[in-house]
């Protein structure tokens, strides 16, 4: 639950997709991240990157909005059983990989945004009946750059060589995982993760996002 201050008190919250009063993350925003859908081979987004979700995603990534992990969390918990190539790991569990950021991105987001996320998400999957644990294990090392702006192929350039496994995090050789992202938007970062982990032998069955920037219609 979370404890209620006397800053909550004189400054009303506001949703982050809408600006409603009451709530981080309304029920009427909510359900714009519906049934996850294909952007790719074996990855998945809940929504386009746009309007509220976007809102959701800047708010939560650059505007310290924590109050937002876990909605958004309980968002990717409902939508990850409904993937259809998402697997478990043979014990049952579904194991978790954030995907990584920049150091000095983590520094600024209270250690990183997407593995808040994913701890949110477990939670939810436990409570459902469904264990899941988050392992972190990828890290981004601090030459790849902001990419907000850059091409597919820049992209691509930005991240090789630059996305590790964390070695003492892993799971056993073979475990299915899924990877979970806030935005995809090329395509780079899930295959430069899925290469990674693929080298240490683990095998990506997903990537689950909460958004993904499309074309425009």
């Known amino acids: 639950m979370t404890k209620t201050t006397v800053f909550d008190l004189l400054v009303p919250l506001r949703c982050a997709g809408c600006d409603g009063a009451g709530a981080a993350w309304c029920a009427s925003c909510a359900r714009t991240l519906a049934d996850p859908f294909p ?16 809102r959701a ?5 650059e505007r310290d909005r924590r109050d937002l992990v876990v909605p958004l969390g309980l968002a990717l918990a409902e939508a990850l059983p409904r993937v259809p190539e998402a697997r478990a790991a043979p014990d049952g569990r579904w194991l ?8 000095s991105a983590n520094r600024r987001r209270w250690g990183g945004h997407l593995p808040a996320v994913a701890k949110a998400c477990a939670r939810s999957l436990c409570r459902a009946g469904q264990p899941a644990v988050v392992v972190p294990a990828l890290r981004l090392d601090r030459r790849a750059k902001d990419s907000v702006g850059f091409d597919a192929a820049a992209r691509r350039a930005n991240l090789a060589g630059r996305v590790h496994v964390v070695r003492k995090a892993l799971p056993p050789r073979g475990s299915p995982v899924v990877l979970l992202d806030d935005v995809i938007t090329t395509g780079a970062t899930a295959a430069a993760c899925k290469e990674a982990l693929r080298g240490a032998g683990v095998r990506v069955s997903a990537t689950l996002a909460i958004t993904a920037a499309l074309p425009a219609r």
Not at 39 to 54: F, H, K
Not at 57 to 61: D, E, H, I, N, R
């Open 39 to 54: 952007v790719g081979a074996g990855r998945y987004a809940l929504a386009r990157y746009a309007a509220e979700p976007r």
């Open 96 to 103: 978790l990989v954030p995907a990584p950021s920049r150091p």
């Open 57 to 61: 995603v800047l708010a939560l990534k």
